[in-house]
């Protein structure tokens, strides 16, 4: 036994309820990214170079963690690349770049 131990972790009692509503909310919010990227490049179907779509998704940019009411929520958005000159970029409405914690957070942190 480690009597110089001067941190205590504590844990949360696991809540299957939350879990359950994390999941979901998770699962819904990457259906909602896929539902965006599949509009923009519908968007652009009609853009072809050497008869290839000219835009097309091409990846993800990394995982990152969203903070929620519900608990953190991790998120992975994909990446949109236009072949031609016409700089097309995917940007997620629903989860722009610069998005750490959602509104019912910021409003409980000052």
């Known amino acids: 036994m480690d009597n110089h131990r001067n941190v205590t972790e504590l844990h ?31 968007q652009f179907a009609s853009l072809q170079t050497d008869e290839k779509q000219a835009v097309v998704r091409s990846g993800h940019l990394p995982v990152r963690t969203l903070q929620t009411g519900l608990g953190d929520i991790t998120v992975k958005v994909p990446t949109v690349r236009g072949k ?4 097309i970029k995917f940007n997620s409405k629903l989860v722009p770049p610069s998005l750490k914690r959602t509104k019912n957070i910021e409003e409980l942190i000052p």
């Open 84 to 87: 031609t000159r016409s700089g």
């Open 12 to 42: 949360k009692p696991a809540n299957p309820l939350n879990e359950l509503l994390k999941q979901g909310a998770q699962q819904l919010l990457a259906q909602a990214i896929k539902a965006e990227v599949q509009a923009l490049l519908e």
